[in-house]
């Protein structure tokens, strides 16, 4: 099959789905998986590993991400019913004001992801996103694609994060000098989030819909939570992550015994998110204690549906993923003489075709290091320039073979046209920014 067909049947099929979705309203659970296992036949894969194929990527992703998605509903859920996401809201609101409040969303999304996986990030950080959006009176489209922004900015460019990090080991670039590059460039790429959520996702109108205002909750508890006691859940989860994290640098800053591997223990996202539920639990009133139950259970059904959605997803990049994709893409450009522009090219392509953006990072760094010095990028800030220029490829753009592209979309009560909108607008609007500033860095100092 040649690379022209592949990429044909690929477009078809995208096509296909958000058509059948927005238009004719199929539920993208269906659509996905039927599309995944279309896409595989038309490519000429074997019935057998077309189905094994759907299954195994329907189950990783879960198994990646599936239980961080339950314990942050539950989180979430919490948080409301006790008023403690009010409480986060109204703190945040005092210490920035009313008309900063999507630039501090935008801002946490920032600082969040740098240790934090973003899918995580944003099932943590989604209830004082719905908090801020009812208090500030902004449509939860607006907090939702700053916070979205933040997170995917630091995500693909900043180390520790898995795809930062592991194209620095590949292309053996300076892990310092890296984290500092990264910081630098992901800031105005975030603050281009920030504005296209103002700008553009303002149009959107989506109500926070809180479960409860302050008023009833008040009359209800008598007082609300502490500010502290309240950002708990959330801090105690993105802290453990963190010294995770920092843990694992290569400079080994906690030693390689005991601590290091404690610390890789409880901040593994599914342990500390475990804890943060527990956290949550003493948030709830002793009045409200029997209803503890109830409300865990709640937040599994409330999951439901999006871990349905998001494995889909995965069942789809899956298949993508057993095409030869990278194999073309790597023998028809090769010798296209555009510098830093190739790996940005290549890897936008990968993630556009493939919807995940760690591999198609990792994916691009094996690619481009036999040719680092071909194209101009063989010094220290060469390196660590094809690394952004990757990261850059790498965030454009989520769309609906995305795992993110979901839960974006699925705690934010986006319908799919809006999240093409939203999500798929705001990742092509940051990959353009970021690949303009790392072309003009490479200009002056590669």
Not at 166 to 181: K, N, P, R
Not at 194 to 208: C, N
Not at 254 to 265: A, D, H, K, Q
Request: charged share 10%; glycine share 10%; proline share 5%.
């Amino acid at each position: 099959m040649s690379g022209a067909v592949m990429f044909g049947i690929i477009f078809v099929a995208v096509v296909l789905m958000v058509v059948a979705i927005t238009k004719f309203k199929q539920h993208p659970f269906l659509v996905l998986i039927i599309v995944a296992i279309c896409v595989g036949l038309a490519s000429g894969l074997p019935t057998t590993e077309v189905i094994s194929t759907v299954k195994s990527g329907f189950g990783n992703i879960l198994a990646s991400i599936g239980i961080v998605i339950l314990t942050g509903t539950m989180i979430g859920t919490i948080l409301e019913k006790t008023g403690a996401a009010l409480t986060m809201a109204n703190t945040i609101l005092k210490i920035v004001g009313k008309q900063k409040s999507v630039l501090t969303m935008g801002l946490t999304g920032f600082v969040t992801g740098i240790p934090v996986f973003c899918d995580s990030g944003f099932v943590i950080l989604s209830p004082i996103s719905r908090a801020l959006a009812s208090r500030s009176n902004t449509s939860l489209a607006v907090m939702a694609t700053a916070l979205s922004g933040g997170l995917y900015a630091t995500h693909c460019l900043v180390p520790p994060t898995p795809g930062p990090i592991a194209m620095a080991g590949t292309l053996e670039a300076d892990l310092g000098l890296t984290i500092l590059v990264g910081l630098c460039v992901s800031i105005p790429v975030t603050l281009v989030a920030i504005l296209y959520a103002i700008k553009v996702a303002s149009k959107i109108d989506i109500p926070a819909n809180p479960e409860n205002t302050l008023e009833e909750l008040t009359e209800k508890y008598g007082k609300l939570p502490s500010a502290l006691h309240s950002f708990s859940p959330i801090l105690l989860p993105i802290m453990l992550i963190a010294l995770s994290s920092i843990a694992n640098f290569p400079s080994a800053p906690f030693g390689t015994g005991t601590i290091p591997t404690i610390l890789g223990f409880i901040g593994d996202p599914v342990v500390a998110l475990i804890l943060g539920v527990f956290m949550a639990m003493t948030l709830i009133p002793v009045s409200e204690k029997e209803n503890t139950l109830k409300w865990i259970s709640e937040g599994v059904t409330n999951s439901a549906g999006i871990l349905a959605i998001t494995g889909a997803g995965g069942a789809f990049g899956a298949i993508l993923q057993k095409l030869p994709i990278a194999d073309v893409l790597g023998q028809s450009m090769m010798g296209l003489g555009i510098g830093v522009l190739l790996p940005f090219i290549i890897a936008a392509l990968l993630k556009t075709a493939m919807g995940a953006s760690t591999v198609s990072m990792i994916t691009t760094a094996a690619m481009v290091a036999p040719m680092i010095g071909s194209l101009g990028l063989d010094s220290d800030i060469g390196r660590v320039l094809a690394i952004m220029a990757i990261g850059a490829g790498a965030m454009t753009v989520s769309h609906a073979n995305d795992s993110y592209f979901w839960v974006v979309s699925q705690f934010s009560d986006m319908d799919t046209k809006n999240a093409y909108k939203c999500q798929t607008g705001v990742t092509a609007v940051m990959g353009i920014t970021t690949i303009i500033i790392v072309f003009v860095l490479a200009l002056l100092f590669a």
